[in-house]
């Protein structure tokens, strides 16, 4: 079974530019997640879809970050524009229990590492 | 809100040592608890998981037991492997909410 898939491994970019990552969860799986891992630290949700709905999105910076689950599958999430302060890594998870992680499993891709300089 | 603190690293020890990872949680709720591991260039997976007081979750020769009354689920492996350096998160769940801890790095040495 395919695990979770996210492009691309690593981004650098310069401050105030935009980047965008992508993910695939794993088929059949209602729910996406993504979270942020600054160094040293442990993820932290940035936002929660269940199928193209919106579950959680109360700790997403709107003002730059945005994320889309237009059918149900595949995301992306875009920052635009960037600052040094969102160097981190970025993490999507997915689950099979549409009401969220309570007693299910998240399965996670292996990040997307972005460097804004 | 709820939240999660478990013990920092990095843990440095010696191949058959006994190892303990300590983490305790703040919730209003009754939340479902998890250890999951990151091994060098992978992503997390999970380790071991209880979901309610009393529960002990069990993988690959780790425990952890869910311990309502002193709201702590802590780490525990008899003989750690140096296979089994990497990072260890605590993590709780209530109300389609994973929140985890900052990690704690194991490396282990022959």
């Known amino acids: 079974e395919a695990g979770v898939a996210q492009s691309p491994r690593y981004k650098i970019i310069e401050k105030r530019q935009s980047v965008a990552f992508w993910c695939n969860p794993i088929s059949g799986h209602a729910t996406l997640y993504w979270y942020q891992q600054i160094l040293g630290q442990g993820p932290k949700l940035l936002i929660q879809f269940q199928n193209n709905g919106v579950v959680d999105d109360s700790q997403l910076p709107k003002d730059r970050f945005s994320a889309e689950r237009l059918k149900g599958v595949d995301s992306t999430l875009k920052i635009q524009p960037a600052k040094l302060e969102d160097s981190a890594v970025y993490l999507c998870?997915?689950?099979?229990?549409?009401?969220?992680?309570?007693?299910?499993?998240?399965?996670f891709g292996e990040g997307s590492r972005l460097t804004v300089l | 809100g709820d939240s999660v603190t478990q013990m920092e690293g990095p843990v440095t020890l010696s191949e058959e040592a006994f190892l303990t990872i300590n983490c305790t949680y703040t919730a209003t709720g009754y939340p479902s608890l998890f250890w999951y591991v990151q091994y060098p260039g992978e992503g997390l997976q999970l380790l071991l998981k209880?979901?309610?007081?009393?529960d002990k979750g069990s993988n690959k020769g780790f425990e952890a037991t869910y311990r309502k009354e002193t709201t702590s689920f802590h780490l525990e492996k008899g003989s750690v492997q140096v296979s089994d350096s990497a990072v260890y998160f605590c993590a709780l769940s209530d109300n389609n909410d994973m929140r985890f801890g900052a990690g704690t790095r194991l490396t282990v040495k022959p």
């Open positions: 209880a979901t309610k007081a009393d």
């Open positions: 998870a997915s689950s099979f229990h549409a009401k969220g992680p309570n007693t299910g499993e998240l399965f």
